[in-house]
């Protein structure tokens, strides 16, 4: 699969970003203080287990100084950057099928240089449907909306203040579904995938 080219887009209206980062928040620390309440005395884990349900998250911080964001030679331009990254594994097995749901965020803020803030979603699905002893069917959904920073990939070497430096990072989209089935008799698999990518 090939990434699709950057383009330029426009950034979603803070309070849609933000309603979004409340929820994904809210998600990670019920599975949070649901682990720690379960045995205090193993080291917690973000898991949440309910029958055939599991949630899996995790919630990380960072904060760093980089003295040369847009990695330039000639215009040297430095920031602390503020980080999030909250991700979570929703799973649903029942007896004959498995599906899934995984999301993962970096949210970024850059205190000098706020037109490089950047806000990028990583979402995949799945299904496994087992149709009989030896026969399966899989299904797969992706979509990553994502940023380039300034100064790397295509804009690397260009000097930050020529009129060709862009204003914003690139953005990007990348989305794809993917099926594939298979067949299994003793021990001999065939499968036939089909796949789309835009």
């Not at 309910?50 to 331009?77: H, K, M, Y």
């Not at 799945?126 to 300034?150: F, I, M, P, Q, T």
Request: charged share 20%; proline share 6%; aromatic share 12%.
């Amino acid at each position: 699969m090939h990434d699709a080219a950057p383009a330029s887009a426009h950034s979603q209206p803070a309070s849609a970003t933000a309603s979004g980062l409340c929820i994904i928040l809210l998600l990670c620390l019920a599975s949070w203080t649901r682990a720690f309440a379960q045995d205090s005395e193993q080291e917690p884990r973000p898991t949440l287990v309910r029958g055939p349900f599991t949630l899996d998250s995790s919630f990380g911080i960072d904060a760093l100084e980089d003295s040369n964001i847009f990695q330039s030679t000639t215009s040297v331009r430095s920031s602390p950057i503020w980080k999030l990254a909250p991700s979570f594994l929703l799973q649903f097995k029942p007896a004959r099928s498995h599906l899934d749901f995984s999301y993962k965020g970096d949210y970024g803020w850059y205190d000098r240089s706020p037109h490089d803030d950047y806000t990028d979603h990583a979402l995949q699905a799945g299904a496994y449907l087992l149709l009989g002893d030896l026969s399966g069917l899989d299904l797969v959904a992706s979509y990553k909306y994502a940023h380039e920073n300034r100064g790397a990939g295509l804009t690397q070497g260009i000097d930050p203040v020529s009129g060709a430096f862009p204003q914003t990072p690139d953005r990007y989209i990348n989305a794809r579904d993917s099926d594939i089935a298979s067949y299994n008799y003793h021990e001999r698999i065939a499968r036939l995938g089909a796949r789309i990518t835009f």
